[in-house]
């Protein structure tokens, strides 16, 4: 398998902002839906952000929107987690993950549930937010 690489994370306080990274190898990253998601300790995991690489067409969770932006770089194929206004709810364990193959997303409902055939998972980075 072809694990996407991630960088960033931390630790920072309510309203603070990060930077999520994930670089992804080209062959998957090509017009693939390429997804962030996170799991907090005795929660579920969820799809936060997700992004359709050929088109550029992006998904959120609803309680992200406005807070979080996901982006590409297609020179680098590189996608981006820029999440502002963090709450101390935001805290978790992110992972960005691509399908097996090429694959639109389609929908938010699709897009952000990781049931969906996600194969290419990055190592995961914590993002703690304190009160």
């Known amino acids: 398998q072809v694990h996407p690489v991630q960088s960033g994370g931390g630790s920072v306080q309510a309203g603070g902002s990060l930077r999520l990274s994930c670089a992804v190898d080209p062959i998957v990253y090509d017009r693939n839906c390429v997804t962030w998601f996170r799991q907090a300790p005795g929660k579920e995991r969820e799809g936060v952000a997700a992004?359709?690489?050929?088109?550029?067409?992006?998904y959120y969770a609803d309680s992200v929107k406005g807070r979080f932006l996901i982006s590409q770089d297609n020179t680098t194929t590189t996608v981006y987690l820029q999440m502002d206004m963090l709450r101390p709810e935001d805290t978790g364990m992110y992972y960005c993950?691509?399908?097996?193959?090429?694959?639109?997303?389609?929908?938010?409902?699709?897009?952000?549930?990781?049931?969906?055939?996600?194969?290419?998972w990055g190592q995961g980075v914590q993002v703690t937010v304190s009160s």
């Open positions: 992004i359709f690489t050929g088109t550029g067409t992006t």
């Open positions: 993950a691509a399908a097996a193959t090429g694959w639109t997303c389609l929908e938010a409902g699709y897009a952000l549930d990781d049931k969906r055939g996600y194969t290419h």
